[in-house]
């Protein structure tokens, strides 16, 4: 079976057509919702809501597209859309005043600790860099996810950098503040 | 601002004018991002998933529902096609059929088929309700209601068909 034979059977209403889907696609989309999301419970609230809102409008894809594209776009907006609905972080982030983190910083860094300081980060700033180093999207794609303009976005993005270099200059050397 | 001056003014902190010459200048932001050790610690840090919980496969199962195509979308679409229908037949072949152009069988083109078909939809109101432009421009409106209700029957029955002749 392929994607467009899954989709089809899917659209006539053979569960063997979303039962293909999932299992070729629930990995990918998972993963994006939870590094967009940052916690397992809603990555995989977000990863349902996704396939069954890519499922209802089936009518809406186009053949000649990638179907995973096109679903991990869903994601991607499901995701960000989850994130504006958020509270705002309680707590304020204080921006580094440089970009660079010392070197001493960086090393003293592992991934859990990383991933710990850029979920501290307002959702916007998180949803930037999330999408700017985890998902790799180019900086025009991610303005326009995020409804701005591609010069707002790169300003954004390094001022994001520099709230989390904030964040991990405090946690792993509070002296150097 | 040049350049160097730019970058260099925004490694040592905020500063405004050296932001709005970054967010004109593809150059400067792809300096300042490969020179940024913290991209390259954030990238090695990318979350990777490994299992997917299997609650997530069943749960979308279990709340999918198969999709059928709507009697009451059915229903609107069939009398639309019967009202159509009528008003054809009615304007072209006992109303007023000096109004229409060409009959069908020698339309020579495309365009010849659609001018027909629309001096055809058209022809009973423009008989009956000359003298009345908001009645036919509610027809008109009326006319495009139901060609809506054809395309959405059509996307909801119609990706087989795509999928065949693509």
């Known amino acids: 079976m392929d994607d467009l034979a899954a989709v089809d059977l899917t659209r006539r209403g053979d569960r063997r057509g979303p039962e293909w889907l999932l299992a070729r696609y629930q990995m990918s989309v998972y993963t994006l919702t939870y590094r967009m999301l940052g916690n397992q419970a809603d990555?995989?609230?977000?990863?349902?809501?996704v396939f069954l809102r890519a499922f209802q409008r089936l009518h809406q894809?186009?053949?000649?597209?990638?179907?995973?594209?096109?679903?991990?776009?869903?994601?991607?907006?499901?995701?960000?859309?989850?994130l504006r609905q958020?509270?705002?972080?309680?707590?304020?982030?204080?921006p580094s005043s440089s970009v660079d983190v010392e070197r001493t910083v960086l090393d003293r860094l592992d991934r859990a600790r990383v991933q710990a300081a850029v979920n501290r980060l307002?959702?916007?700033?998180?949803?930037?860099?999330?999408?700017?180093?985890?998902?790799?999207?180019?900086?025009?794609?991610?303005?326009?996810?995020?409804g701005m303009s591609e010069g707002a976005a790169k300003v954004a993005l390094l001022r994001a950098r520099r709230s989390l270099a904030g964040i991990l200059t405090r946690e792993v050397a509070p002296d150097a503040v | 601002m040049q350049c160097e001056e730019a970058r260099r003014r925004l490694r040592s902190g905020e500063d405004v004018e050296a932001e709005a010459h970054l967010a004109d200048c593809a150059t400067c932001f792809a300096v300042l991002e490969a020179?940024?050790?913290?991209?390259?610690v954030l990238r090695a840090a990318r979350p990777e998933?490994?299992?997917?919980?299997?609650?997530?496969s069943a749960g979308v199962l279990r709340r999918w529902r198969a999709p059928r195509v709507?009697?009451?979308?059915?229903?609107?679409?069939?009398a639309s096609l019967l009202l159509v229908a009528a008003v054809l037949a009615a304007s072209t072949v006992w109303l007023a059929p000096a109004t229409v152009?060409?009959?069908?069988?020698?339309?020579?083109?495309?365009?010849?088929?659609?001018?027909?078909?629309?001096?055809?939809?058209?022809?009973?109101?423009?008989?009956?309700?000359?003298?009345?432009?908001?009645?036919?421009?509610g027809y008109a409106v009326l006319v495009i209601i139901v060609c809506g209700l054809w395309v959405r029957l059509y996307q909801s029955i119609a990706f087989q068909r795509r999928r065949v002749t693509r």
């Open chain 1, 61 to 82: 894809y186009r053949p000649s597209e990638p179907f995973g594209g096109w679903l991990t776009g869903i994601a991607r907006h499901y995701s960000i859309d989850v």
């Open chain 2, 49 to 56: 998933v490994r299992e997917v919980p299997a609650t997530i």
């Open chain 2, 101 to 137: 152009a060409k009959p069908l069988g020698v339309a020579s083109n495309a365009f010849d088929i659609v001018a027909t078909i629309v001096n055809g939809i058209l022809a009973v109101p423009r008989v009956l309700f000359a003298d009345r432009p908001a009645v036919i421009a």
């Open chain 2, 70 to 78: 709507s009697w009451r979308l059915g229903l609107a679409a069939a």
């Open chain 1, 122 to 146: 307002p959702h916007r700033e998180r949803t930037l860099l999330v999408l700017r180093y985890w998902e790799d999207q180019p900086v025009d794609r991610i303005a326009h996810l995020l």
């Open chain 1, 86 to 94: 958020r509270r705002p972080a309680a707590d304020l982030v204080e």
């Open chain 1, 43 to 49: 990555a995989e609230d977000a990863t349902q809501e």
């Open chain 2, 35 to 40: 020179g940024d050790p913290l991209a390259g």
